[in-house]
């Protein structure tokens, strides 16, 4: 199959342009860079020992994305591009509905433009926001807390009603939980611009000493020890969910949403445990106040995505922080290195 993978540069995109080309399929990255580097790109061409195409570009702008897939003629798009931090979200709404919102209708009018039909999109365990019961599944109602997560809600609205606009597409939204870890060989990881927005970023950049301390955003939630719970998953077992998806898209239409998730919870503690265990290092925190837009707990119903995507989640918790902290002391400067 012949795939347009939108930031494809970035953390989840990268590991799941690796999965693409083991499967032997073709790709386009189309990427800006905005926050990923070139040198992912250059490492997976190291890892898989195969080429692909890569372009320079931003979604916003139909024309260009028009331009490379009228080359490229791809029979799907996996969308991972868009601005991903709650807290930066809260301060520029106006950026994120920009970039995640407009962004994204762009590139569908230029799917439509060449003949694609197949899109599998990077949604978000956001849109559910504050649980109505646990864990999470795909019928729970959409009530997203903060600008990311409407972002990824109204994206996932625009992809229904293309779909239902048009018959012959198929879509599938794949709602992440926390994704985390790295590539085995330690040379793709996730390496964030400035201060890390997510928690195991930031764990790893104290572990390395690159930070003095991991801020603890509120210790009074109702969990086992006070800190907010996630479902975390390993961004490996994320790729290869995506090429599930691409697999249930090419034999089906319509529109279908889908948990990416474990199942199972840990708490911001019991994350900065394991994380001192599998380096060997001491993870030094402060206890601050709630962060705006933050939840208790998020944990995944997974039955879904097992009986549609024929995907489960195979890592642990203790593979996620051994692979996480192989890349950050590999990598102290990420791809700066």
Request: glycine share 8%; proline share 4%; net charge negative.
């Amino acid at each position: 199959m012949r795939v347009f993978v939108t930031g494809g540069a970035g953390y989840i995109g990268s590991h799941t342009l690796i999965e693409l080309l083991k499967q032997n399929h073709e790709a386009c990255v189309y990427d800006n860079y905005s926050n990923s580097s070139p040198e992912a790109l250059s490492r997976v061409r190291q890892l898989t020992n195969k080429d692909f195409v890569e372009v320079e570009g931003d979604i916003r702008y139909e024309d260009d994305m028009i331009r490379v897939m009228k080359d490229f003629r791809p029979d799907a798009v996996i969308h991972f591009a868009g601005l991903k931090a709650v807290g930066e979200s809260n301060d520029l709404p106006l950026k994120y509905y920009e970039h995640n919102v407009q962004g994204s209708v762009a590139l569908l009018k230029a799917m439509d433009e060449i003949g694609c039909r197949r899109i599998v999109f990077s949604s978000s365990a956001t849109v559910y926001g504050e649980a109505e019961y646990l864990p999470y599944d795909e019928n729970h109602r959409l009530a997203p807390t903060n600008p990311y997560g409407r972002t990824k809600y109204f994206v996932e609205e625009v992809i229904r009603d293309w779909a239902v606009a048009n018959p012959d597409t198929s879509s599938v939204l794949l709602r992440y939980f926390n994704p985390v870890g790295a590539h085995e060989s330690g040379r793709i990881g996730e390496d964030p611009n400035d201060i890390p927005n997510n928690l195991m970023p930031y764990i790893s950049q104290v572990a390395v000493g690159k930070l003095k301390q991991l801020q603890v955003f509120g210790d009074d939630y109702d969990t086992r020890d006070g800190t907010g719970e996630r479902d975390y998953i390993h961004v490996v077992d994320l790729a290869r969910a995506h090429l599930a998806a691409l697999d249930y898209a090419a034999g089906h239409t319509g529109c279908e949403a889908v948990n990416v998730g474990t199942g199972n919870g840990a708490t911001v503690l019991e994350m900065v445990a394991a994380f001192a265990k599998a380096s060997g290092r001491e993870v030094p925190y402060v206890i601050g106040p709630r962060r705006a837009g933050d939840i208790g707990t998020s944990v995944a119903a997974t039955e879904k995505a097992s009986e549609l995507l024929k995907w489960q989640a195979e890592f642990t918790v203790e593979d996620m922080c051994r692979s996480g902290w192989k890349w950050q002391s590999e990598n102290p400067n990420g791809y700066k290195d």
